[in-house]
């Protein structure tokens, strides 16, 4: 089905823990781990790596410029 | 007059300077505020708020400030007491309006809690830099009343009395706070409210027939009345006669600015409003407002350990600037240290007062913060040695 | 009692400005002091570190910011990195045990007490008292307050309704630090 | 003195019906020949009384301008404030005493230009006035500039060779910022102006009266009309009457078709009644307005 | 420093595409967690790239507020002017050289209350700009004060008790001044707001976009609403799409149904052509344009 | 550089203060004007409005005086030299705009053609009573340069200056004209295009990176670039570092003020336009400005028939105020007298330097009209006699 | 026809000679005279006093409050 | 010549102040003099009473405004009224004979000259140049300016396809006016 794999790069330090990224990642690909980062934050993690399809929208939604999603591989 | 009752919060209580002077415009008979949120002065109108609708006063929230300060003047026309709140640039939209008030000596309170400027500046942060703009800042020739404390205690005392001058010599009075006392919270003394002097407004006894807008006595303040009551007044901003018509010469605007002007000016004296510390005999007199009154304190009290005679004078009225008695002190000392939220504003009066015969040294300070005591310290300890 | 100078610092949210009102109220309104709060503004505070100063003294506070703290209560990691360093020699810092981490430096110049708010806090159901827990905490290690006065000012500060809650995360607070100082004690002098 | 009477001696004594609301002794007045903003007071006079208002708990508010002259020559509480700055003084006089009836009068300029924004405000807020505009498509006082209501290619001294900025449409933007009456008429029309004024007075809420009116000294000859009676024909030829006309469709084009009616009129709560009701909806007994 | 790379090792370092259009050096920005102003900036920075424009003939002027202070992260020739002021400030900078793009992004109260003048004047001339209205319903720089777009009901500090002062509804005022674009949509919907502000820029003459936004730590709070997630995910359930909506029927009422969509998309000659049209025929050669 | 020669009107002209100010605006390269109609001031714009198809420039008429002040500052951030045109209540409108031109550095021209106040007052007749406004009318610290012409020619010579000024010192430059003054049309002399010197603006030479936007060297004036060349510029009105950015600290409030004021003040020396007459040995010397410089002129003339020795100092250029000359001159003079179309205001500063050193007397006049010489003379004679 | 008569008062100090009056009059009583007022300008007078019947329009118009017209008496 | 003080009164649209430009104008730009004119402004003015003040001399002129004019013009009755009795005693007065009844007032100490201005414009076709016929009568009459100047003037400031009728309207009006002043040296000395 899914024909491209994805991932994303966090800046946990710019990130407010807001889960936007979580809520409206398409695939779900997204979850709050359970580290804090120094702000106090609790930061985004991919949950599975190959949900993830690099759409890029949970950068869209991030109001901190704190993730972005990108393709890595196309996937036949 | 004495203070409404239910009004009144009368007791102690813990609270900054901005919610203060909320609870002395409610206590001195405030029943209309208009205003526009703007840091740091905005937890004025935010308390009011709160308030008002317990104790039969209407707030509204204008589109800006300049409709804020014209509105508050409309109320005033319908017979309530009524102010505006402001910071820098609000203060600066407002100009245009003042001139009206104080042409139409329409008694309202300005409250401007001064934030460190030009422009945007350090909107949380204080200064003291407004003070020759609530003198000057609106075109044209007018004098305003100003007034300035030092804390949330003065905000609350100094509030009533803004209203009570605006009364007794209609006119816009100005308290010029600043955000340090604005966000200062301290403890505050609420007296009850039949200890609380107000000055109710002076209606006219007199029937439409024979009442003018403008006629006045010795006292050089004309009777009001309120829209509603039969007399049919008429108010302009156009210089005008006795009548309140607009009378386009020379002389009537002669006539009618030189009232203006001297009802706050030969009333100085009366209106003078000064703390004077250990002045008699001083060599060195440190002159301060606000809350730099306080910051000056350590100063004075290390050049007094020194061995330095240092007077000081605080003044809780600013304008009209106490012209008379600076001068007559000038004679009698050695030297003025003014230290000032600003690059020089109050100094200036100080010096032309002075006229040479005390040195004068401003302690300037750009805002953002207030002064270091040593660099005040360093002033008193130094003026007369390049005197 | 001469001008002592307490700083309060954590983030946004974590009734900091509050814990700084009710030393001010208690100094001030039921302990005949003087007492006088400042507390940080600005923009660039959103959603950061905040703080709080309270100048408490015998006499009327004429400057009214404070210069080097007494007493310092840093409740956040940032806040400490900002502020835990310019405590007065001799002065006391309090942190909250698990918010902040004072790492190995050299703290031996201050009088130091950490209390663990937000577990306190959580234990009692909402952690949202935890700043009770420190004024607590406060009130017993400096000393600084009559006890009743801070109680009162608790009461006089917070939401009707949850005087009871508030006034646990005060005692067990209260407790913590005066176990700590108990400790203290015994063992520095 | 001069005072010629054509009537014959047998005549009672009649006096000018308006006369009652002027100012007599600040006659004669300022407007120059053929200027309507003295008919549009004729007409507020008439609507005034037919009203039956309390006129001693009247109060008119004008800004600065020729048209904003009129606050000074009619005998009720009235205020000339400062350029653009009639509807907030308004807002304060109204809230302040909520008995009093409150009308705005002035100029196209002072209320859209300047003050444009106080307008849309007090329009969304349904504060309790009305506001009559005596509209002369450009500045009359300050001596003919455009004003945010003149066509485009008519000339103002500002846009010598032709105004090429697009006016406002008043009824449209009145509307859509939510005033409850909205009329426009131009001054040949006395008696629906007359009717209109007295319509928005009696109507609660924001209403608007537009009022054109002819300009002679300025617009007019400047854009070679001739003078207030040519101008006062061509609104007699011009103007379709469409009540209930969308406020979209009534642009004012330079010399062309002048779309009149009463294009608004509908409910809706009050600034002061949504403030009472909430307020007490909250606080009930414990609140308290004020005795104003 | 304390950057976490959750990607794997292989994967190429890939820049967040937003960056290159922030002045990186002054993150992190001051906004609040779950606010969606930083959301309407990744929407703009992908529709400023999708609409090729040249970005140093683009300008972006503030007002200020928590989104005035967007023209300060952005690295684009950037202006942060005064309260009110960015729409003549942008007016100013566009007529003295028509090359220049200029984008006003500011917030409601900005933009609606002090400034809500300028904004119907600009409109009305159709100068050549987009606005970008972040609309959180709330002055939230000053904290959280009634906009003159807070909905009925709902808390502001200064209506502690709920509002009662009803709110414009801005597309409709935006239409009826002249705008020639308007749309509305919400943070939540990233995709349209990025197409609606790429096709703003793109349409010639005065365009207007607004964007209905979370203010967690003042709205939201104060309304017992949750945090920008939850504004959010209301937003997402009820929000309807209705293009071409008759901008009278699209107000919004506290925690109802929100009308999106793109409303209006007309011509109008802009002030600028108006102007130039006008001079060459009054002048023909003689005009002279400035190089600008 | 040198005046554009299409835009020059080369040739003598019988032509009011008005129009002559719009013709020194255009000489000067001024190519935007943004205005709102206001007596006296409107035949400014009017006159632009006719004359700028022709010359490249562009008029547009705001919605009010806030637009029209703020939209000329976006016109120079484009790169043109812009100016707006009031009288006293829109000057009260503009004074948020002058702060912030005054922080941003923007240089740019406000013409006030000054009439009777407060407020409406009498808007067709003259007065000099904004002058302490321009100086101190808006919030906060700043600094500006006011000057102020006597006849239809200076306005045409000393727009020019101002621009002239706005551009060396990127600053806002108040040209503080009088209805009397703007409306009286003498002959205006207007010089070949080439004999016409125009101060360009300093633009950068550094490329992007390397540029900062308030980065000075000795000279205190920062170097300008505009919008569209690619720097990527930030401007604010908050307190900001060298690069432009927001800096919210005291310490950089005042890094930033002190430049702000210092560049202003420690070029006074070189800002300073004064005329003298017969000041070298004078007992009394008479201080004057505007319109007045030419009341007091038979006043003068009397006096000295009458055998005084009258000096007269005339300021071109109030603001700011040549403190170090006046200090130095009040030590070798026995009086000053200071006429004003206000009750007192440029006399303050005149009073405070002369530091007692010399008797400071004001000739007060409410506007309206102007002074009677006699007025004067009797002052000039009656000036030492009751010191 | 005409039920009532009328009559009109006017004062020519105030009169600007716009005329309003003379051309909106619905029965055509009035016409611009061959007198000037002090100020320079023609003045209106009743051509024929039976014309008038009293509406009261030349007021209505009259933009200087110079006339009014009112009944004398009905006409059976 | 020294300094000389002039009005120029009437109503609006008469061309008052277009007259009062043309003498400053010739004067400053033709004659070698210096002139300064001020115009009555005011709201109150609209369409009544209007003026002109021209001062012409041979030295800067300092004080810009008239005290008691030397020359005064008057084309209305209104404006009559409000200025006719002002002048300087031996002053020179021009009146519009038929817009302005002198009453039989003592006019001796004036120099008084009328000028049918109206009539004959009218006869010249256009009534709007009837100022051009007073300019013209100005000129001939209190010979302040060069003829020459005064006509160059009047071209320079009339809408272009005027000149004609304009200055022969001026030469209308000077001719009147030469022939009264020769009638009166002939009565008067
Ligand atoms: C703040 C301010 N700006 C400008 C003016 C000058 N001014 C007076 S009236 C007016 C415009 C008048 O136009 P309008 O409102 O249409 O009234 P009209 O004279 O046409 O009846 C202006 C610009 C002023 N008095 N105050
Ligand atoms: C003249 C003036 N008045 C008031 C203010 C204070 N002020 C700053 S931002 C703001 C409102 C911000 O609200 P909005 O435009 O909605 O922006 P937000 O912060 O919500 O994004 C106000 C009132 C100011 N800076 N200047
Ligand atoms: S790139 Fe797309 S799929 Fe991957 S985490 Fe982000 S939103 Fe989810
Ligand atoms: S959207 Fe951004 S700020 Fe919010 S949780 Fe995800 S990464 Fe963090
Ligand atoms: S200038 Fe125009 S609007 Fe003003 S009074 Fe004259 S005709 Fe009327
Ligand atoms: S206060 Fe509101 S609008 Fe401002 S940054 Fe925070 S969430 Fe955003
Ligand atoms: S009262 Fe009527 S009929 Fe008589 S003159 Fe007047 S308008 Fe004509
Ligand atoms: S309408 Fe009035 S002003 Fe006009 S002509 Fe008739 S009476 Fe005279
Ligand atoms: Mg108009
Ligand atoms: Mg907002």
């Known amino acids: 089905m899914k024909k491209v794999q994805g991932t994303v790069v966090i800046k946990a330090d710019s990130c407010k823990g807001c889960a936007f990224c979580v809520e409206f990642c398409p695939t779900g690909a997204l979850h709050l781990s359970d580290s804090y980062n120094a702000k106090g934050y609790r930061i985004p993690e991919l949950i599975d790596e190959t949900k993830c399809t690099g759409c890029g929208l949970c950068g869209l939604f991030c109001p901190d410029f704190a993730i972005h999603g990108f393709i890595i591989k196309k996937v036949a | 007059m004495k203070a409404e009752k239910n009004a009144v919060l009368t007791g102690a209580h813990f609270i900054d300077g901005d919610h203060a002077a909320c609870e002395g415009a409610i206590a001195a008979g405030c029943k209309f505020v208009a205003g526009y949120p703007i840091t740091p002065s905005t937890e004025v109108i935010e308390r009011i708020a709160l308030r008002f609708p317990l104790v039969g006063g209407v707030f509204i929230q204008m589109e800006d400030e300049i409709a804020s300060s014209i509105a508050i003047q409309g109320a005033v026309w319908a017979g309530k007491k009524a102010m505006t709140v402001t910071s820098g640039p609000g203060f600066s939209l407002m100009m245009e309006h003042i001139g009206y008030a104080a042409i139409t000596e329409t008694p309202c309170v300005f409250i401007n809690v001064q934030r460190s400027g030009p422009s945007t500046g350090l909107p949380t942060l204080p200064a003291q830099a407004d003070m020759m703009q609530a003198r000057w800042g609106s075109h044209g020739d007018y004098e305003v009343i100003a007034i300035v404390p030092n804390s949330p205690q003065e905000c609350f005392d100094l509030t009533i009395r803004a209203f009570n ?84 010469s020379p002389k009537v605007q002669q006539k009618m600015l030189r009232r203006l002007v001297d009802k706050i000016l030969l009333n100085e004296e009366k209106i003078r409003h000064i703390e004077e510390d250990e002045v008699e005999g001083a060599d060195i007199v440190v002159i301060s407002y606000g809350i730099t009154s306080r910051v000056v304190l350590p100063a004075i009290k290390k050049a007094r350990e020194d061995g330095l005679k240092v007077g000081h004078i605080r003044l809780l009225t600013v304008w009209p600037f106490p012209e008379a008695y600076i001068r007559d002190l000038a004679k009698r000392v050695s030297a003025f240290v003014v230290p000032e939220l600003n690059l020089g504003q109050i100094v200036h009066e100080v010096e032309r007062c002075a006229a040479g015969h005390a040195v004068t040294r401003l302690v300037p300070h750009a805002g953002g913060a207030v002064h270091e005591p040593v660099d005040i310290y360093d002033a008193i300890k130094g003026v007369l040695e390049h005197a | 009692m001469a001008r002592t100078e307490v700083r309060i610092a954590g983030f946004g949210g974590q009734g900091v400005i509050l814990s700084g009102y009710i030393f001010g109220k208690a100094a001030s309104l039921f302990d005949d002091k003087y007492a006088t709060l400042i507390q940080s503004f600005g923009p660039e505070a959103r959603g950061s570190a905040c703080s709080a100063q309270v100048i408490i003294s015998d006499a009327l506070i004429d400057y009214p910011y404070i210069r080097k703290p007494d007493i310092n209560v840093v409740i956040s990691q940032e806040a400490y990195t900002k502020y835990g360093n310019d405590l007065k020699t001799g002065g006391i810092l309090i942190t909250e045990e698990n918010m902040v981490s004072v790492g190995n430096g050299a703290l031996a110049q201050y009088e130091h007490y950490t209390v663990p708010a937000t577990q306190i806090a959580d234990q009692l159901g909402r952690r949202i008292v935890m700043n009770m827990v420190v004024v607590g905490c406060f009130t017993a290690v400096t000393g600084l307050l009559k006890k009743d006065a801070v109680r009162k000012a608790v009461e006089d500060s917070i939401p009707k309704g949850t005087e009871e809650l508030n006034l646990k995360a005060f005692e067990a607070g209260y407790n913590h630090g005066l176990k700590l100082k108990t400790e203290r004690i015994g063992i520095g002098q | 003195m001069h005072e010629q009477q054509t009537a014959t001696a047998e005549v009672p004594e009649v006096k000018n019906p308006v006369e009652s609301l002027l100012r007599m002794d600040r006659m004669p007045h300022i407007w120059c020949p053929g200027c309507g903003i003295g008919t549009t007071v ?202 209930g006309a969308n406020t979209k469709d009534v642009d004012i084009d330079f010399q062309k078709k002048i779309i009149v009616g009463k294009f608004v009129e509908r409910e809706r709560k009050t600034y002061r009644q949504l403030m009472n009701e909430h307020l007490t909806s909250v606080f009930g007994e414990q609140y308290t307005k004020y005795e104003g």
Request: charged fraction near 20%.
């Open chain 2, 165 to 248: 001058l605006a009364e007794e010599y209609r006119v816009p009075v100005l308290v010029m706070m600043d955000e340090c006392v604005g966000h200062m919270t301290e403890k505050v003394v609420i007296p009850e409210a039949d200890q609380i002097d107000i000055v109710e407004r002076k209606f006219t006894k007199k029937p439409p027939g024979e009442y003018k807008m403008f006629e006045t006595n010795e006292s050089m303040v004309p009777e009001m009345i309120k829209v509603g009551d039969g007399y049919r007044m008429h108010l302009t901003g156009l210089t005008h006669d006795e009548r309140g018509y607009p009378a386009m």
């Open chain 4, 42 to 243: 004729n007409c507020f006079a008439r609507a005034l009384e037919q009203s039956k208002v309390d006129l001693d708990k009247t109060a008119i508010v004008s800004g600065i301008g020729c048209t904003g002259r009129v606050a000074g020559y009619l005998n009720l509480d009235s205020f000339h404030t400062t350029h653009g700055r009639a509807i907030p003084f308004a807002t304060g006089l109204k809230l302040a005493n909520p008995d009093l009836k409150i009308v705005v009068y002035s100029g196209d300029g002072d209320l859209f230009a300047i003050g444009g924004n106080h307008f849309i405000h007090a329009a969304r807020r349904n504060v309790d006035m009305t506001v009559i505009c005596v509209n002369n498509l450009i500045y009359g006082m300050t001596g003919g500039q455009v004003a945010p209501t003149t066509p485009v290619t008519a000339k103002g001294t500002t846009y010598p060779y032709g105004s090429y900025d697009p006016p406002f449409n008043l009824p449209f933007l009145a509307d859509s910022s939510g005033a409850v009456y909205v009329a426009r008429w131009t001054v040949y029309h006395v008696h629906h102006v007359t009717k209109a004024i007295k319509e928005a007075i009696l109507h609660r809420g924001f209403s608007f009266v537009e009022i054109i009116s002819p300009c002679p000294t300025l617009y007019s000859r400047r854009n070679r009309l001739g003078d207030g009676l040519d101008q006062m024909k061509f609104y007699q030829e011009n103007s379709e009457i469409r009540h």
